[in-house]
Structure formats: C-alpha cells, structure tokens
C-alpha cells in the first residue's frame, strides 16, 4: 500500500503560480510513477503529468506543457508540482497518484490522495 497526502493548494490570481506537494508512504516510492490528476467541477478526472521512479523522465498533458513541472525527491519522499501561469481553467481538485507504469488514463492509478483544490480567478 501507498499511502499519498497533498498539500499546497489555495486561490491564486490568473497569471500566479503555487507549488503543490504530496507526501507519499508506505512503501519505496521510488518503485512508483507518479503522478498528478485533476477534475474540475462538473469534468471528469484529467491526467495532467507524470514523473519516473528515478525522476529522469517526465511526461506532460499539452495542455499544461510548458507551464507545469512536476519533481520528486525520493530521499524525502515527496512529489511536487510547480504550476505557473495559471489560468481560470486550471481550477480543479489536484491529486496525487502513484502505479508501477506510466498511464494517461486517471482510472488506471492504484493509488491515490484526498486532493488538494486549486482556484484561479481571473
């Protein structure tokens, strides 16, 4: 089992940024993608990146490409997402997930967290 908790989310202004965290547990998390996932109101969940184990190699939603950056620090046991530029259309509930693979379809994730919300006004 892993064990996953976000943090970091709030209300930011269009054109802000904030830096989400997720606390992961349980097990090696360097075992695991991860990744982080979002829904907004009314949508359903949309895979927004990912990170390897290793952290090397990472792997955007065109539509938060170049705006988004996700990192991870094993020793730590943390994954972050840096979220710049942000645009009222980024409002959503942000999670954390974790699996052995990389997938983009959100239903294929394992493991979760409770989510963190994310509101951008504009």
């Known amino acids: 089992q892993v064990q996953l908790v976000e943090s970091g989310g709030g209300l930011v202004q269009a054109g802000g940024s904030l830096r989400l965290s997720c606390a992961a547990s349980?097990?090696?998390?360097?075992?695991?993608?991860m990744a982080w996932i979002r829904q907004a109101p009314g949508k359903e969940r949309e895979f927004v990146g990912g990170i390897s184990g290793n952290g090397r190699y990472t792997y955007y939603a065109d539509s938060v490409k170049g705006r988004f950056t996700i990192s991870r620090d094993n020793a730590k046991n943390m994954v972050y997402l840096q979220v710049n530029s942000l645009k009222p259309g980024d409002t959503a509930v942000y999670y954390c997930?974790?699996?052995?693979?990389?997938?983009?379809?959100?239903?294929?994730?394992?493991?979760w967290g409770q989510g963190t919300q994310v509101t951008v006004s504009s």
């Open positions: 349980g097990r090696t998390i360097s075992n695991y993608v």
């Open positions: 997930a974790a699996d052995t693979r990389l997938y983009t379809v959100p239903t294929f994730y394992a493991y």
